[in-house]
């Protein structure tokens, strides 16, 4: 295998996510990068690969780098390993990719999971375009800017969020930019995956002591009749509706008119949807 810097995606929680081709180069490169190689080891432990593992995080990434590179001169193959999904993605990994470049080292994607776009996917909303904004910040200067940076977004934004401070930041984003529509996934395709969609007022009621890693997908701006990703069939709608009345206690008239304006529809034609799904569920 020729000098090559490997940046491959690895599983967002279930192992069986893992590419063939992933495991083939982890398997034959000379050295593995990783973020975490506690967690690292997981994985290859559950696929019998022995290949030596060294740190790469966002503390040491500048003097590992020269290190690494060094390494990759001599000819040796090195794959870069986040602690879950595609690298460099709000994951260390960006300076050693750069420096691979500057160095005239060959730098090959190996395509997999990413969190962002696993969300993205199954948001229900537009996704032709989008704007991934990482973690909001700690600091409060730092905030204020990504929030900025936020209210000044057009249409679908994605960003990542710890369990405590997710419910701080949907209320923030609910101050700032209003009852947007938004999902909210917590531990995408692990055990205790959970997926809650709705305006953010919704969402906040069913995140009252949130645990988990958290991807967000809102939507800014008003959702017309012409996106059609934006307009559930009558099966989704009735879901929907059931959960309105059974878990927020709207009564049929509220909960209807609540989907005819999450969604910029006439009630009418919310209501017609939802008696035709249920009579094709009764059939």
């Excluded at 990413?114 to 909001?136: D, I, K, N, R």
Aim: glycine share 6%; charged share 25%; hydrophobic share 45%.
């Amino acid at each position: 295998m020729p000098a090559t810097l490997f940046v491959v995606a690895t599983p967002i929680g279930n192992l069986e996510d893992i590419t063939a081709r992933a495991l083939r180069v982890l398997r034959e490169v000379t050295l593995i990068a990783a973020e975490d190689t506690r967690r690292t080891a997981n994985l290859l432990a559950r696929y019998a690969i022995a290949t030596p593992t060294t740190s790469l995080h966002e503390h040491n990434e500048v003097r590992k780098s020269r290190l690494l590179i060094d390494r990759l001169k001599r000819g040796e193959s090195v794959a870069l390993v986040s602690d879950a999904g595609t690298p460099t993605l709000s994951d260390p990994g960006e300076r050693l990719v750069r420096a691979a470049i500057d160095a005239g080292i060959r730098v090959e994607p190996v395509p997999g999971p990413s969190a962002l776009l696993a969300a993205l996917a199954v948001s229900g909303l537009p996704s032709a375009s989008f704007t991934f904004l990482g973690f909001p910040p700690i600091r409060s200067k730092d905030r204020k800017h990504w929030f900025d940076r936020l209210a000044a977004a057009e249409g679908t934004v994605v960003f990542f969020e710890a369990p405590h401070r997710i419910v701080e930041t949907l209320r923030s984003i609910l101050r700032v930019i209003g009852d947007v529509p938004i999902l909210v996934a917590r531990e995408l395709t692990k055990v205790h995956e959970e997926l809650v969609r709705g305006p953010i007022s919704v969402a906040l009621e069913r995140l009252s002591s949130p645990k988990g890693e958290f991807t967000v997908v809102l939507y800014i701006g008003r959702i017309t009749e012409k996106t059609p990703a934006c307009r559930p069939g009558g099966a989704a709608l009735l879901e929907e509706f059931g959960y309105l009345i059974e878990s927020m206690g709207l009564k049929r008239r509220a909960a209807i008119a609540e989907l005819a304006r999450r969604y910029q529809r006439p009630a009418r034609e919310i209501y017609r949807a939802i008696e035709s799904a249920k009579e094709s569920r009764a059939d």
